[in-house]
């Protein structure tokens, strides 16, 4: 099952009619939509291609732990605010934050990290 929002016309509309919430590190923008994607923005001032490429995992990796528990029918885009280091373990937290701030959970009292 491929999670990933690729296609601009989908990006677009997450951009254009999308709710966003803030956190130290991400933003997150959702939609409702009729299944779970998620797309991951990272500007080249966050460095080359190699580090880009390496956020993007990171990423990637951290929504795939949280998908089982998440409302199912949302188009998700995050975009990481520029930092000295970026890790699994903080992109985590800060998701965690923001499902839980935009209630994003199936059960309210669901916290992962």
Request: proline share 2%; glycine share 6%.
């Amino acid at each position: 099952m491929d999670l990933r929002l690729k296609k601009e016309k989908d990006f677009s509309l997450v951009f254009k009619s999308g709710k966003r919430l803030f956190s130290k590190s991400l933003t997150l923008i959702t939609l409702k939509s009729k299944e779970i994607k998620a797309g991951f923005v990272v500007g080249k001032k966050h460095g080359g291609s190699v580090k880009r490429n390496k956020i993007k995992r990171l990423l990637r990796e951290s929504f795939r732990s949280f998908v089982p528990n998440l409302n199912q029918n949302f188009f998700f885009v995050f975009i990481p605010k520029q930092e000295n280091e970026y890790s699994l373990e903080n992109f985590k937290k800060e998701m965690n934050y923001l499902f839980k701030k935009g209630k994003l959970f199936k059960n309210a009292e669901e916290d992962i990290y």
